[in-house]
């Protein structure tokens, strides 16, 4: 089956700092990947996405690459900040068992001024 | 353009009660997605309906169910609660057709049995 796995947090950065959130995948078709952050009391809100491999998704400065080769998804900022910080989940969705997510376990990231 | 929008926001239940939850989808959104997140926990996909039918299941017992609307709204319904029922339970919703699309979520129902 798929499944997601990324670093245990709690991440913890000064700001300015590079971030970066290791995540890898097992997936038995060709799947998208995708990386949410969720804000205390929030639902999750989408914050890039790759649909084939060797895809970049980018916004908000935050970047990740669909790498294949390693089956890996890591996010990464250059200069973080405060308010970057929330809990940021990994996830794949894969055609071949609908369009249903499938979840890392979370990274909290905590930034102090 | 309203989003994803689910009620109650905060429910208290107990052991062996019943419980309702709703969610909205987006505006031009067919499909709901329902999961469950526990706390420290990645979301765990519960079941997906489209055209008021379930489409897929994910790991639950049929303890949980859902419905949906012609106007695609959805519910889910928890029958017999249990302690390990507490959780934030967060709807999603996307477009059916054209591939693989970004779900778009609610800010969840946050569920406490006692």
């Known amino acids: 089956g798929n499944s997601v796995t990324q670093m245990e947090g709690p991440v913890t950065l000064s700001e300015e700092a590079f971030l970066t959130i290791n995540c890898t995948y097992t997936a038995t078709g060709y799947p998208s990947l995708f990386w949410y952050v969720q804000y205390p009391g929030e639902g999750l809100q989408l914050l890039l996405k790759a649909t084939k491999a060797d895809d970049k998704g980018s916004n908000k400065g935050f970047e990740a690459t669909y790498r294949k080769e390693t089956t890996s998804f890591h996010l990464e900022k250059g200069s973080v900040q405060v308010s970057d910080s929330a809990v940021y989940f990994c996830a794949l969705s894969d055609q071949n068992a609908g369009n249903m997510l499938t979840f890392g376990g979370g990274t909290r990231l905590m930034v102090k001024p | 353009d309203a989003g994803v929008t689910q009620s109650p926001t905060h429910l208290i239940k107990t052991r062996g009660q019943q419980v309702t939850l709703r969610c909205s989808p987006k505006s031009g959104h067919d499909t709901v997605s329902w999961y469950q997140q526990a706390l420290g926990q990645g979301p765990q996909f519960i079941f997906q309906?489209?055209?008021?039918?379930?489409?897929q299941r994910g790991n639950f017992p049929d303890r949980f169910s859902g419905h949906q609307f012609p106007n695609y709204s959805s519910e889910l319904n928890v029958n017999a609660l249990l302690l390990g029922d507490s959780a934030l339970y967060l709807c999603a919703s996307s477009s059916g057709t054209g591939g693989p699309q970004p779900q778009h979520f609610g800010d969840g129902t946050r569920l406490s049995i006692l």
């Open positions: 309906y489209y055209e008021e039918e379930e489409r």
